[in-house]
T-cell receptor, first 115, second 110 residues
Framework: GAVVSQHPSWVICKSGTSVKIECRSL??????MFWYRQFPKQSLMLMAT?????????EQGVEKDKFLINHASLTLSTLTVTSAHPEDSSFYIC???????????FGPGTRLTVL | GQQLNQSPQSMFIQEGEDVSMNCTSS?????WLWYKQEPGEGPVLLIA?????ELTSNGRLTAQFGITRKDSFLNISASIPSDVGIYFC??????????FGQGTTLQVKP
């Protein structure tokens, strides 16, 4: 099956700092990457969609200048939470779309805690 | 953002019992998917449904794509303790975007 990795798996940072989360598709190429956020006891909410080499498209209510997405290659995408605040504490999950099968896989998630 | 209506919200059942959960939407989807999520992990795909009326099984799991394309259900037969987790339905459109249900938390008593 398809393997997706995220790094780090968890991170604790001080308010005002920036945090970068990496997502890699290890055995397939992802032309499209979706980034989700999940608050405790809630469902996954789509934050943004990015295509390799293009600017990301953000969902309504998600600040593009705060959540920077880079999809530089078909196997790597990064999400940078800039100037993080406690309300940004959440579980961030990437989801690469395998172009060949049109199947969406999910990473193991990154737990961000902002103090 | 838009969400699907998933029910029940939670279930506490005895090992060996069958489980049923469903999702409904006011709009049509091209694909329905069912995922299971365990604490601290990302969702894992259980079943994908691509055609209205489709009935698909994966071991003890059975799911159906509603005829109207606005609903889907998931059944788990003869539940076991490792079935514990949160089950999410998701509808997918042509854009590839997934819309998730609120989740059904399943607890199984041995």
């Amino acid at each position: 099956g398809a393997v997706v990795s995220q790094h780090p798996s968890w991170v604790i940072c001080k308010s005002g700092t920036s945090v970068k989360i990496e997502c890699r598709s290890l055995d397939f190429q992802a032309t499209t990457m979706f980034w989700y956020r999940q608050f405790p006891k809630q469902s996954l909410m789509l934050m943004a969609t990015s295509n390799e080499g293009s600017k990301a498209t953000y969902e309504q209510g998600v600040e593009k200048d705060k959540f920077l997405i880079n999809h530089a290659s078909l196997t790597l995408s990064t999400l940078t939470v800039t100037s993080a605040h406690p309300e940004d504490s959440s579980f961030y999950i990437c989801s690469p779309l395998a172009g060949v099968t049109d199947t969406q896989y999910f990473g193991p998630g990154t737990r961000l805690t902002v103090l | 953002g838009q969400q699907l209506n998933q029910s029940p919200q939670s279930m506490f059942i005895q090992e060996g019992e069958d489980v049923s959960m469903n999702c409904t939407s006011s709009s049509i989807f091209n694909t329905w998917l069912w995922y299971k999520q365990e604490p601290g992990e990302g969702p894992v795909l259980l079943i994908a449904l691509y055609k209205a009326g489709e009935l698909t099984s994966n071991g003890r799991l059975t799911a159906q794509f509603g005829i109207t394309r606005k609903d889907s259900f998931l059944n788990i037969s003869a539940s076991i303790p490792s079935d514990v987790g949160i089950y999410f339905c998701a509808g997918q459109r042509n854009t590839g975007k997934l819309i998730f249900g609120q989740g059904t938390t399943l607890q199984v008593k041995p």
